[in-house]
């Protein structure tokens, strides 16, 4: 059951975390029109420059829980990363639940109302004459924050089997950091470099 839970929340922060991905080809293609149209035209556009603001916010937003469940949010780790996985999920889950839960709610609760304030009088961006509507940025605020939670929660579960079993349960792995790559091939150059001077 919390298995199934952890992996149902990894799948799903991956599918939104994927689909909002594709954000940055859209903002890609939008920002080299403007660039074209501004520089080799002399024609810039009214809506440019709103398009890049909110779809890298909408991006930024609901990539969070993404982010969370590939462990890829930035920490300090140069004393974390030594220590047994006991002692890591008993910090882990400590600071779940002092300071990641009370900020990620706070965040629910107030982009609620922030968000819901701005849908009522159908916001627009003041930055231009286009008009271009930010309500529904302002509304991923709370969703954003509500998937994080959800993910928090699953984290929380994934200490909580750590602590049990003396391990961490695998994670899904879509994209990996160079550095743990570069790793990983000199181990096996060195595994096989060892291997060859043995074989002498």
Same mark, same amino acid.
């Given at each position: 059951?919390?298995?199934?839970?952890?992996?149902?929340?990894?799948?799903?922060?991956?599918?939104?975390?994927?689909?909002?991905?594709?954000?940055?080809?859209?903002?890609?293609?939008? =920002?080299?029109?403007?660039?074209?149209?501004?520089?080799?035209?002399?024609?810039? =556009?009214?809506?440019?420059? +709103?398009?890049?603001? =909110?779809?890298?916010?909408?991006?930024?937003?609901?990539? /969070?829980?993404?982010? &969370?469940?590939? /462990?890829? #949010?930035?920490?300090?780790?140069?004393?974390?990363?030594? @220590?047994? $996985?006991?002692?890591?999920?008993? !910090?882990?889950?400590?600071?779940?639940?002092?300071?990641?839960?009370?900020?990620?709610?706070?965040?629910?609760?107030?982009?609620?109302?922030?968000? &819901? /304030?701005?849908?009522?009088?159908?916001?627009?961006?003041?930055?231009?004459?286009?008009?271009? $509507?930010?309500? $529904?940025?302002?509304?991923?605020? $709370?969703?954003?924050?509500? &998937?994080?939670?959800?993910?928090?929660?699953?984290?929380?579960?994934?200490?909580?089997?750590?602590? #049990? +079993?003396?391990? @961490?349960?695998?994670?899904? #792995? +879509? !994209?990996?950091? &160079?550095?743990?790559?570069?790793?990983?091939? #000199?181990?096996?150059?060195?595994?096989?470099?060892?291997?060859?001077?043995?074989?002498?």
């Amino acid at each position: 059951m919390i298995n199934r839970f952890i992996y149902g929340m990894n799948v799903l922060s991956r599918m939104i975390g994927h689909a909002f991905a594709w954000g940055l080809v859209i903002l890609t293609m939008g =920002t080299c029109y403007e660039v074209f149209v501004r520089y080799v035209l002399r024609a810039p =556009t009214s809506w440019a420059f +709103d398009m890049s603001y =909110t779809l890298y916010g909408a991006m930024f937003f609901m990539a /969070g829980a993404y982010a &969370l469940s590939r /462990g890829a #949010h930035v920490r300090a780790d140069m004393f974390y990363r030594l @220590w047994a $996985p006991r002692t890591q999920a008993i !910090v882990e889950l400590v600071l779940y639940i002092a300071f990641f839960f009370p900020g990620v709610l706070a965040l629910v609760i107030s982009g609620w109302d922030y968000g &819901l /304030g701005s849908m009522k009088i159908r916001e627009v961006s003041v930055n231009s004459p286009a008009g271009v $509507p930010i309500w $529904p940025l302002k509304m991923l605020i $709370p969703f954003g924050a509500g &998937l994080l939670a959800l993910q928090g929660f699953a984290e929380v579960l994934r200490c909580i089997q750590c602590l #049990h +079993d003396n391990r @961490w349960a695998p994670r899904l #792995h +879509d !994209v990996e950091e &160079l550095e743990k790559q570069l790793l990983e091939e #000199h181990a096996k150059k060195a595994a096989q470099e060892g291997a060859q001077g043995a074989a002498r």
